[in-house]
Antibody, heavy 120, light 110 residues
Framework: EMQVVESGGGLVKPGGSLRLSCAAS????????MSWVRQAPGKGLEWVGRIKSKIDGETTDDAAPVKGRFTISRDDSKNMLYLQMNSLKTEDTAVYYC???????????WGQGTLVTVSS | QSVLTQPPSVSAAPGQKVTISCSGS????????VSWYQQLPGTAPKLLIYGNNERPSGIPDRFSGSKSGTSATLGITGLQTGDEADYYCGTWDISLSAGVFGGGTKLTVL
């Protein structure tokens, strides 16, 4: 069964940093394009960014609101995905989900998410 | 404001059919596959439809998807109270080089 489990969320002050992790299992992680999606309280889904597989160049794409502040990385030896978040703003407060593209823009599975709260 | 436009809410009676629209542009829906997600209250999103009209294993055929030009539609037949949820469309936008979602549609089964 394909599964992802996010961790690392918490309370951080504006301007601070946090690193989220995502543990993947049940699929070929090294071949997977992985994405982060967030959801602010009471709001809709917002795509954050993605990282391609190593064979596809391991390049990243980031949403405009996080470009230059967030960095996505992966460790295929551990089946782990990471989201390094720097210069955090109050508007980054959200539940962060990791997911993978199974093809034809199908994002699946989704974990339970990890809550990041940016507040002074 | 979301790149993809969905109606904020739709409603229908149990057993009836409902459709949810998702409108975009040539740089997103017009040139890429569309997917749909169901988010039940307090839970993570779940993939319902991908590749415009394909269902992952385990998703009942009451759920269907279609795409025409720069718009996509999710259809749900035989509505059940358990279908009450928020529904989101999503795709890739080649101009933004980013994934994009609709603002979400809240389905109420009256």
């Amino acid at each position: 069964e394909m599964q992802v489990v996010e961790s690392g969320g918490g309370l951080v002050k504006p301007g601070g940093s946090l690193r989220l992790s995502c543990a993947a299992s049940g699929f070929s992680f090294s071949n997977a394009w992985m994405s982060w999606v967030r959801q602010a309280p009471g709001k809709g889904l917002e795509w954050v960014g993605r990282i391609k597989s190593k064979i596809d160049g391991e390049t990243t794409d980031d949403a405009a609101p996080v470009k230059g502040r967030f960095t996505i990385s992966r460790d295929d030896s551990k089946n782990m995905l990471y989201l390094q978040m720097n210069s955090l703003k109050t508007e980054d407060t959200a539940v962060y989900y990791c997911t993978t593209d199974i093809g034809r823009w199908g994002l699946n599975p989704w974990g339970q998410g990890t809550l990041v709260t940016v507040s002074s | 404001q979301s790149v993809l436009t969905q109606p904020p809410s739709v409603s229908a009676a149990p057993g009836q059919k409902v459709t949810i629209s998702c409108s975009g542009s040539s740089s997103n829906i017009g040139s890429n596959y569309v997917s749909w997600y169901q988010q039940l209250p307090g839970t993570a999103p779940k993939l319902l439809i991908y590749g415009n009209n394909e269902r992952p294993s385990g998703i009942p055929d009451r759920f269907s998807g279609s795409k025409s030009g720069t718009s996509a539609t999710l259809g749900i037949t035989g509505l059940q109270t358990g279908d009450e949820a928020d529904y989101y469309c999503g795709t890739w936008d080649i101009s933004l080089s980013a994934g994009v979602f609709g603002g979400g549609t809240k389905l109420t089964v009256l």
